[in-house]
């Protein structure tokens, strides 16, 4: 006899859960604070590994529809000098451990594949508390509550389950993104359009860089990444968009023209996206019913990982529920086993340590020794 499972948060860790759990005939209901599923967007390329992601996608039975959504080419990557020059090129030969695909399509592949009424839309948790033997209340900001003896937090970086297993949390890590889109690049951006290639593309330099995908139809998304103290941002002013671009821009003042035009060209209004990390490797003491997955659990600096840890936190997550069907706490002492070292790894690229973004090291040259070292 399997308990029902209650996930709070309807990302792709908590979707994840939620459809291995389904293919193993377990009950469970997802309540996710976003009124439905085309409320947000749910952000750009997002490469899924073949170690982590992948593993994920093929316990909940996915891959064929996974594969169906792969944009090709887009595992096509170069590094270039701020001035312009191409320092490293790799191709994409459909071969590659990291097909590319828009983060959203995957979402909705996940919620395809639940039974309808799964995902309880609009149900934003103002709560969480113990009521003894395993079980929790779950009370929502329109006053109505739950009752489950096995609660899940997929809530992702300001979780409002953790509070029940931990007291940490999250502060700035000291960068932050700002995203921009150019639309109709080839023939509205051909300079920037040409710079970023088939693919991705990396402009490092200490402190700072610049970070272009190409996206589905004809689109670029920029993401600048500079470290700065939160100051420093509260003083740009992001309501008004041309002073606040013109800001970021002038942060690489000197670059080649057509890295800036990612920047300053840019179609939409710029958007801060500060980077927040809980502290690496932490832990809690087992707690009766209640368990986190993904970004609730070890948020940490973006870094290529966090949306493929959450998937696999949500499919062995799932496979441990199905393999103790009279007890929960074995699946969830098995879980977090698993859990705590694997996503407190070191951030690593096929073996070698990434270093930070204020090294001397994190420019052009040192990512292209950091490549060729992991694959020797």
């Known amino acids: 006899m399997h308990t029902p499972v209650t996930i709070i948060g309807a990302g792709l860790g908590g979707l994840t859960l939620a459809r291995v759990l389904h293919v193993h005939g377990i009950p469970v209901t997802v309540h996710e604070a976003e009124s439905s599923a085309g409320a947000r967007t749910q952000g750009g390329m997002l490469d899924v590994h073949d170690y982590n992601g992948q593993l994920a996608l093929e316990a909940a039975g996915l891959m064929d529809e996974f594969r169906a959504i792969v944009l090709e080419g887009r595992q096509a990557m170069r590094v270039l000098d701020p001035d312009g020059t191409v320092m490293f090129e790799q191709g994409d030969d459909g071969m590659g451990g990291r097909p590319e695909v828009q983060r959203g399509e995957l979402r909705q592949v996940l919620l395809d594949s639940l039974p309808v009424g799964t995902v309880r839309w609009g149900r934003k948790v103002s709560g969480t508390r113990a009521l003894g033997e395993g079980r929790h209340e779950v009370t929502f900001a329109d006053g109505g509550t739950v009752v489950t003896s096995l609660l ?103 670059w080649a023209p057509e890295l800036r035009s990612l920047v300053s060209d840019g179609d939409t209004a710029p958007v801060l996206r500060p980077h927040y990390a809980l502290p690496t490797g932490l832990r809690w003491d087992r707690v009766p019913g209640v368990t986190l997955l993904g970004d ?65 090291n994190n420019t052009a040259q040192g990512l292209i020794e950091m490549f060729t070292e992991g694959r020797r």
């Open 152 to 254: 899940v937090g997929a809530d992702g970086a300001w979780s409002r389950v953790r509070p029940l297993l931990s007291d940490a949390t999250p502060s700035y890590a000291g960068t932050s993104f700002v995203e921009t889109y150019l639309f109709g690049a080839d023939t509205r951006h051909p300079a920037a359009a040409k710079a970023v290639g088939g693919g991705s593309m990396i402009a490092p330099s200490p402190g700072k860089e610049i970070h272009a995908h190409r996206e589905s139809g004809d689109t670029l998304h920029t993401y600048v990444v500079l470290s700065k103290p939160q100051d420093w941002f509260a003083a740009v002013d992001f309501t008004d968009a041309a002073a606040a671009t013109a800001r970021i821009a002038a942060e690489f003042e000197g």
């Open 296 to 360: 609730a659990a070890h948020l940490a600096v973006p870094n290529g990982e966090g949306a493929n840890l959450a998937m696999l936190d949500g499919a062995e997550l799932g496979k441990a529920l199905a393999a103790y069907p009279d007890g929960i706490e074995g699946a969830l002492a098995d879980y977090e086993q698993a859990m705590f070292p694997r996503s407190a790894e070191a951030v690593t690229y096929e073996g070698v340590e990434v270093e930070g973004i204020d090294s001397e």
